[in-house]
């Protein structure tokens, strides 16, 4: 990730997959406060359990963006983005990308767009949601961006190829984990 690659991580669950592109995201945001991340997730029970996560660090600001949000929070975080914004495949496609233009200096500072959780994407949801990651990417590039996509899976066959086809970009793969596991019989 510190080399500006696209990187999918593929470590068992509780290996310290969010830390391994939470880190690297709040290193970037203390180098350049104008950092931005977006952070796409797909239940919104996972935005608030990265939403306590990433805040307990106190290194830029964080926020949820999702349909619990009352429209005239999500007109101010429009207007003042924070360095990380969380959110979900609807949002993006009901709201965000509904107004891009209106996030376009968001947008020219984003520097990484984490996928949590790809295994979610499959079938006919999952093509909307590559869809949905085609605009997005499109309005980003228009606005001047050009963030590197990180995806994580714990439980996915064919993994890379799979990355490749939701989100459009090569990935690196990381699939070694150094979290302990008990012994196995």
Known sequence: IRQKKNVLITTPTASGKSYGYVLPF???VKADPQTRGLFIFP??????DQLEKISEFGIGSV???DGTIKSHVKKRLRENPPNALLTNPDQIHQSILRTHDKWSDFFKNLKFIVIDEIHNYKGYFGSNVSNILFRLLNAVKMAGGNP???CTSATIHNAKAFAKELAWVDFEEVSWSGAGSPEKY
Request: a negative charge.
């Open 26 to 28: 709040l290193d970037a």
């Open 148 to 150: 590197q996509i990180i």
């Open 63 to 65: 926020e949820k963006y």
């Open 43 to 48: 239940m919104n029970a996972l935005t608030n």
